[in-house]
């Protein structure tokens, strides 16, 4: 088609050159860039340049609503990548440390925790399990934060501090919680002073800072509801929209954000990950984990991803900041394979110089 042809005859590098062939292949893909059963949105970006865009399926079943880049969808876990970067932004602050145990952050701590930082919490080797780990746990009737935090503290560790890497959305809520005792503050307030609201990201928050999630979840076609663990701060309580997600990234490869060192923290393998879910598809080797993201390379260029996924909602997020690229998957229907999705541009993608 006629993407293909530009692609052929001018293959993406950096620099205004690479900007003007991208606006060159937009255009020619739209309308007819799709993705054959989406039910979502999908966003590829250079720079903070649109290259190419799709959306497609039924964001509310009840209206017929469309499903559009502009459409808010619950992304999961790809909250945690906030997470890590508001607790970044606490260190350049210097009212925080990444090596401060969290026993000094919460207002009650087990015994079993004394050896856990906020490092261990955001490279998921803390020893902390995942939510499925509970016994008898029911995502939907979790009680309060605090109710959980007693819970959690009676399950025995997996490991010792900072041993192993092991998933865990309960860690990020930790974090969350300590994160808040520190600033005095809600915790998706502090996201959207410090970041949301700065980076012009209007359609992302959690709680009052925006309204819930503007598109319907579902499974097998019928609409589902979200666990009530995923209002729980820090691991995954965020919504947000495809360009919302660009202007994050853009303002990280721009350095509006955060600080060099800042970012070597957050993408840095601090643990190795033994067969990341999705690496292969994405073309990702030697993958670890960093702080609120998986790390890994592609050819030969360090790269960052994370999926999302909760009753109804599926997402990833993929950015190569060498290339300045990055990759926006969000969906509203849980069998979406969202990897699949992300590997049909990675072809798109910027080759360098």
Not at 84 to 108: C, K, R, T, Y
Not at 180 to 203: C, D, K, N, W, Y
Not at 276 to 284: I, V
Request: charged content about 15%; glycine content about 10%.
């Amino acid at each position: 088609d006629a993407a293909e042809q530009l692609l052929r005859k001018s293959p993406l590098t950096t620099g205004q050159g690479a900007l003007l062939r991208c606006a060159l292949i937009s255009r020619a893909m739209e309308p007819d860039f799709a993705i054959p059963d989406l039910s979502g949105a999908v966003l590829l970006t250079q720079a903070g340049q649109e290259v190419l865009r799709a959306s497609g399926g039924i964001a509310q079943p009840a209206t017929g609503a469309p499903c559009t880049p502009e459409t808010r969808f619950r992304i999961a876990s790809l909250s945690k990548q906030f997470t890590a970067a508001a607790a970044m932004l606490l260190v350049q602050d210097g009212v925080l440390s990444l090596e401060q145990p969290i026993a000094d952050l919460l207002e009650v701590c087990p015994a079993a925790w004394s050896g856990i930082t906020l490092h261990h919490l955001l490279s998921c080797s803390s020893g902390l399990c995942h939510w499925e780990a509970l016994p008898g746990f029911d995502m939907h009737n979790p009680g309060t934060p605090d109710e959980f935090v007693d819970r959690l503290a009676k399950q025995p560790l997996l490991c010792a501090p900072g041993e192993e890497w092991n998933y865990s959305s309960p860690g990020f809520v930790i974090a969350a919680l300590a994160l808040q005792r520190v600033t005095g503050r809600p915790h998706h307030e502090f996201l959207a002073e410090r970041i949301f609201e700065p980076l012009g990201m209007t359609s992302t928050g959690a709680g009052a800072t925006v309204p819930a999630a503007g598109v319907s979840g579902t499974r097998g076609g019928v609409v589902v509801a979200t666990p009530a663990t995923a209002d729980f701060p820090g691991a995954g309580d965020l919504s947000s929209t495809v360009h919302d997600l660009a202007r994050y990234f853009a303002a990280l490869d721009a350095g509006t954000l955060l600080s060099e060192e800042s970012k070597r923290a957050i993408r840095t393998a601090h643990v190795p990950v033994p067969e990341a879910a999705g690496s292969d598809r994405l073309r990702l080797t030697a993958v670890g984990y960093g702080y609120g993201t998986f790390v890994g390379r592609m050819g030969g260029r360090p790269a960052h991803y994370h999926p999302g996924d909760v009753d109804g909602f599926r997402g990833l997020t993929l950015h190569v900041p060498a290339l300045r690229a990055a990759v926006l998957v969000l969906s509203n229907r849980s069998e979406a394979d969202v990897e699949e999705i992300a590997a049909q541009l990675l072809p798109y993608l910027p080759s360098g110089s």
